[in-house]
């Protein structure tokens, strides 16, 4: 059955420092996703991402964060300047999204990103 | 905010058991998906209910939804050691899910 998959599992960095949290979607869906759920809290949206651009975003995601998709199968994640509240587990999710019909969001096994 | 909220916040049984547990939200959706995340680890999608949906099954898992109500549950038949989980629903507005604190349950050997 297809997956979502994310690399690393765990990252740890320094504050300050540039991370780049990567997911491959499964391979026929359009609609992209990063969640993040800090330890012990809920899981909170952060973007979602179509047609090569961002579709929405939430107020978590400020001008610290970028995604992209650089190619036809990577959707990346990028924290320019990490800070110690950013220490959480970043999913992806992906999901068909045809026309109106709502479609199921698959998400990935997480990166658990630790800022030190 | 159209979180959804899970109602109990845990929940203990005994192997064979039902669990039941509730969700309630604030706003209209397009559906409401409920998802099981076991200790530490991903998001596995368990079923997802439209808003024009009442009542649905997978395996030993029901779902209904009460949009005149806001509300949905998720009926586990028969639980197992590993139903042993955290549970969340989700409502979908617009592709983005507002997630609930979950519903932790423990299944008893």
Redesign the interface.
């Known amino acids: 059955e297809p997956e979502v998959t994310q690399t690393p599992s765990h990252q740890v960095t320094q504050m300050g420092q540039e991370v780049i949290l990567r997911c491959v979607p499964i391979s026929n869906h359009l609609?992209f996703?990063w969640?993040r759920q800090i330890l012990g809290?809920?899981?909170?949206?952060l973007v979602?991402f179509y047609n090569n651009e961002i579709?929405?975003k939430s107020e978590i995601f400020d001008d610290q964060f970028s995604v992209e998709r650089p190619d036809g199968s990577n959707f990346t994640l990028k924290i320019r300047s990490t800070k110690l509240e950013d220490s959480a587990?970043y999913?992806c999710?992906s999901?068909a999204?045809s026309g109106l019909i709502?479609?199921?969001?698959?998400?990935?096994?997480?990166t658990?990103l630790l800022v030190l | 905010s159209q979180q959804g909220e899970e109602d109990p916040q845990a929940l203990s049984i005994q192997e064979g058991e039902n669990a039941t547990m509730n969700c309630s939200y604030k706003t209209s959706i397009n559906n409401l998906q409920w998802y099981r995340q076991n200790s530490g680890r991903g998001l596995v999608h368990l079923i997802l209910i439209r808003s024009n949906e009442r009542e649905k099954h997978s395996g030993r898992l029901r779902v209904t939804l009460d949009t005149s109500k806001k509300s949905s549950s998720l009926l586990i038949t028969a639980s197992r050691a590993a139903d042993t989980a955290s549970y969340f629903c989700a409502t979908d507005v617009d592709y983005k899910l507002s997630f609930g604190a979950g519903t932790t349950v423990t299944v008893r050997a």
């Open positions: 609609y996703y969640y809290q809920k899981v909170e949206f979602s579709s929405e587990m999913f999710a999901s999204a709502q479609e199921t969001q698959y998400f990935g096994p997480g658990r």
